[in-house]
């Protein structure tokens, strides 16, 4: 029973566009979330977080937006760079445990 | 400052060998994180420490499957014996003991069972 759950498994965009990366997650208790970017043979590295206080949380170029009634949490790219090209995963945790629960990633290819 | 040490990066072996992979945390940091992913489930979290003591290994999927921490800088992930299906890549990662802490993760290791 996937918890977290990235839908699209893939997404192509033109380099100056946007990019949406969407996260879906079912359980209420989540209180924490991150997303992480992993290029080939690297492991992830951590990217942008937003507690579940609130709803929006910038960091240059990538805004993360979090809807707690949706369960829905979104990563906004912009402008999208050839370099932001790699796997990008959500993760999410429980009130007061260390334990993330990731999905299953979403391959981003920004189009030069 | 280094950051997570993982080895081997990649590791080729037959069924029913054993397979151990190591793992070095950042210095200072006192929770260490497996990870094993796969295309299928994605990253899936096999086994915690905090302070050197398992605290998780819910994750862990069978018997097979053993971790240790001996100490603060030092972790082990034993496959005995080993199956095709264990085939993945498996990933280290350790934080500070603070509940929002980042994870920071190492490079993972390719691990083919042939």
């Known amino acids: 029973d996937q918890q977290v759950k990235q839908n699209s498994p893939s997404l192509s965009v033109q380099e100056g566009r946007i990019s949406i990366l969407n996260c879906d997650y079912t359980?209420?208790?989540?209180?924490?979330f991150l997303w992480y970017k992993k290029y080939p043979a690297e492991g992830p590295t951590f990217l942008i977080s937003i507690s579940s206080i609130k709803d929006k949380n910038e960091d240059g170029r990538f805004t993360v937006f979090l809807n707690k009634s949706a369960k829905h949490l979104s990563l906004h790219i912009v402008p999208s760079q050839p370099g932001d090209s790699a796997v990008y995963f959500c993760?999410?945790?429980?009130?007061?445990?260390?334990?993330?629960?990731f999905g299953t990633g979403t391959r981003l290819k920004v189009l030069a | 400052d280094a950051g997570v040490i993982q080895s081997p990066r990649h590791e080729v072996t037959e069924m029913g060998q054993e397979v151990t992979l190591r793992c070095k945390p950042i210095?200072?940091?006192?929770?260490l994180f497996w990870y094993r992913q796969t295309m299928m489930r994605g990253l899936e979290l096999l086994i915690y420490?905090?302070?050197?003591?398992?605290?998780?290994d819910s994750g862990m999927p069978e018997d097979r499957f053993s971790a240790k921490m001996p100490n603060a800088s030092f972790s082990t992930l034993k496959i005995q014996p080993s199956e095709p299906r264990d085939s993945a890549v498996y990933f280290c990662?350790?934080?500070?003991?603070?509940?929002?802490?980042?994870?920071?993760f190492g490079p993972g290791t390719r691990l083919l069972v042939l």
């Open positions: 993760a999410a945790k429980k009130v007061g445990t260390y334990k993330y629960i």
């Open positions: 359980n209420s208790m989540f209180d924490y």
């Open positions: 990662a350790s934080s500070r003991e603070i509940v929002q802490e980042t994870q920071y």
């Open positions: 210095s200072g940091h006192n929770s």
């Open positions: 420490f905090n302070n050197n003591v398992p605290i998780d």
